[in-house]
Nanobody, 115 residues
Framework: QAQLVESGGGLVQAGGSLRLSCAASGITSKIRTMGWYRQAPGKQRELVALITTIGITNSADSVKGRFTISRDNAKNLLYLQMDSLKPEDTAVYYC?????????WGQGTQVTVSS
């Protein structure tokens, strides 16, 4: 079946950087909007950033100026460059791909930022 797989998470010190990626397999429809979400323990899942097919983006106020979302349309890859990481960025990060009729979710990758 269709599957999204996140990678690039890990443990990093505050102020450091990580680059997350999301690869799709088994999706035959054209992918439209892509996004990154995150969920910290005891908190609701929240939107981190979105990017449209033509590269228009928006992001949560908490990550503006620090995180950059990008995509490779030819390879159906999604990226999240995370700089100046803070302990409050610690969460499981999930990628999300929209097609015309379906939404796909990855299983998540853990990001832990130590102080």
């Amino acid at each position: 079946q269709a599957q999204l797989v996140e990678s690039g998470g890990g443990l990093v010190q505050a102020g450091g950087s990580l680059r997350l990626s999301c690869a799709a397999s088994g999706i035959t429809s054209k992918i439209r909007t892509m996004g990154w979400y995150r969920q910290a323990p005891g908190k609701q899942r929240e939107l981190v950033a979105l990017i449209t097919t033509i590269g228009i983006t928006n992001s949560a106020d908490s990550v503006k100026g620090r995180f950059t979302i990008s995509r490779d349309n030819a390879k159906n890859l999604l990226y999240l460059q995370m700089d100046s990481l803070k302990p409050e960025d610690t969460a499981v990060y999930y990628c999300n791909y929209w097609t015309v009729d379906t939404t796909y979710w990855g299983q998540g990758t853990q990001v832990t930022v130590s102080s």
